[in-house]
């Protein structure tokens, strides 16, 4: 059971890494960049929480710093999505606005993990975050399309 939360937790934490695939050009090659710089730093603290929480002796003060990590690359991703989002032709904007909120819940499930005092808690916390990966996921992929950008893939074994 432990394994089945932790993988749904770290799939939540994904979802904006680098492509499985290919696309069709982007619409605008420009706009395709800018989205992958400003994800970059993001999809990095995304491997180490991954990381982290692929050890199997994983302890909370062992996953806590890689979940900081991702909390604070995951702010700063949100309001450069922000600035982002104002640069994008209308018809995206719903969908960097999708993006945007899909942040805010995965912020909120790592101030969970980040404050789990218990495997217990942990656990929980993490399966909250697998609850919010679907939402999580499908904005970004849904942007990732607008940008000509194949889905994301997954970077880890357990994201």
């Known amino acids: 059971m432990r394994i089945a939360i932790l993988i749904a937790?770290?799939?939540?934490?994904?979802?904006?890494?680098?492509s499985s695939g290919t696309a069709?050009?982007?619409?605008?090659?420009?706009?395709?960049?800018?989205?992958l710089a400003i994800i970059a730093s993001r999809?990095?603290?995304?491997?180490?929480?991954?990381g982290a929480?692929?050890?199997?002796?994983?302890?909370?003060?062992?996953?806590?710093?890689?979940?900081?990590?991702l909390l604070d690359a995951d702010i700063k991703t949100n309001n450069d999505l922000l600035a982002f989002q104002s640069q994008v032709p209308s018809?995206?904007?719903?969908?960097?606005s999708s993006l945007r909120a899909a942040f805010s819940a995965n912020e909120n499930?790592?101030?969970?993990v980040v404050a789990s005092k218990t495997m217990a808690e942990l656990n929980v916390a993490l399966a909250?975050?697998?609850?919010?990966?679907?939402?999580?996921?499908?904005?970004?992929?849904?942007l990732r399309t607008d940008l000509g950008l194949?889905?994301?893939?997954?970077?880890?074994?357990l994201a």
């Open 9 to 18: 937790g770290a799939a939540a934490i994904c979802g904006c890494a680098g």
């Open 43 to 50: 999809n990095a603290a995304s491997d180490g929480l991954s």
């Open 53 to 69: 929480l692929a050890d199997p002796n994983h302890t909370v003060d062992s996953v806590r710093p890689a979940a900081q990590k």
């Open 24 to 35: 069709a050009a982007p619409p605008n090659p420009d706009l395709a960049a800018r989205y």
């Open 150 to 157: 194949p889905p994301a893939s997954v970077s880890a074994p």
């Open 128 to 142: 909250a975050a697998g609850q919010d990966s679907i939402t999580f996921n499908g904005a970004a992929t849904l």
């Open 91 to 96: 018809k995206m904007r719903q969908d960097v």
């Open 109 to 112: 499930d790592l101030k969970k």
